[in-house]
C-alpha cells in the first residue's frame, strides 16, 4: 500500500508506505551519493522529472524538478515506487548508516561552537529533536543543528525543507521563537540547506 501526502512545498510530494523503507534518514540531492548507497534512489533519479530523493521510516519523498507539473507524474511515481517496493527492491545498501555517522562525525569535529557553550549547545539539540524534528518529518523533511555562535544558531534544512517557501515561517516564527523562549541566549535561527 502506497499514498501520497502533500507537504508545505510545493515541488516535494510525501510517497507514504505502510511498511519501514529504512530507520533513519537518508537524504539524496542528486545521483552522486545515491549511485554509491541507494538502488531505489538511482532507480527514481533516471526518471527525468526527479530532482531530489529523501528516505525517512516508512516514505520517500520526491522533489521534482519545476517545468513538471504532479498532476502529469505523481500517479507513475506512484505506481513506481509501490512496484518497486513490492518486488522487494533494495532501497539503501548495508553500512549506509555508518558511513553516513562516519560523515556526521567528520563533519561533527567541525560543529562550530566554544566549549563555554556547551550547555546551551545540548539544549538546543534537545529541543530540536524533541518538538522540531518530528512535526518537520511528518511534512516529508529534516532539521539537524549545525553551529552557535554568539546567539545565532545556524541549521540545516533536508528532503521537502530545503528549497520550501515555508521553511523561512517555519523557521523564523516557530524554531526561532521557541528557542528564544526556552533559551534566552538564542538570537537568531538560520538556516543552511543540507
Known amino acids: 500500500m502506497l499514498y501520497t501526502e502533500q507537504t508545505p512545498n510545493p515541488e516535494s510530494l510525501k510517497f507514504v508506505s505502510n511498511r519501514m523503507l529504512y530507520k533513519g534518514t537518508a537524504d539524496f540531492r542528486d545521483e552522486t551519493l545515491a549511485k554509491e548507497w541507494s538502488p531505489l534512489g538511482v532507480a527514481l533519479f533516471e526518471l527525468p522529472y526527479v530532482k ?10 520526491i522533489t521534482k524538478e519545476f517545468n513538471y507539473a504532479w498532476e502529469d507524474i505523481m500517479l507513475k511515481l506512484k505506481e513506481f515506487i509501490k512496484n518497486y517496493i513490492e518486488e522487494g527492491g ?10 553516513m ?6 563533519r561533527g569535529v567541525s560543529y562550530e561552537y566554544s566549549e563555554d557553550d556547551a550547555e546551551i549547545v545540548q539544549k538546543i539539540k534537545e529541543l530540536i529533536d524533541t518538538y522540531v524534528k518530528p512535526a518537520v518529518e511528518m ?3 529534516n532539521i539537524a543543528f549545525k553551529a552557535y555562535n ?3 544558531v545556524t541549521v540545516i534544512l533536508q528532503g521537502s525543507c530545503s528549497g520550501c517557501p515555508s521553511s ?3 523557521l523564523k516564527a ?3 521563537g521557541m528557542l528564544k523562549r526556552m533559551i534566552p541566549d538564542v538570537t537568531e535561527v538560520v538556516a543552511e540547506m543540507g
Open 168 to 170: 523561512t515561517v517555519t
Open 174 to 176: 516557530g524554531i526561532e
Open 52 to 61: 531530489g530523493v529523501y528516505v525517512c521510516n516508512n516514505f520517500v519523498t
Open 90 to 99: 533494495e532501497i539503501l545498501k548495508e553500512g549506509f548508516k555508518e558511513a
Open 101 to 106: 555517522e562516519k560523515i556526521e562525525a567528520e
Open 139 to 141: 511534512d516529508g523533511g
Open 150 to 152: 554568539q546567539g545565532k
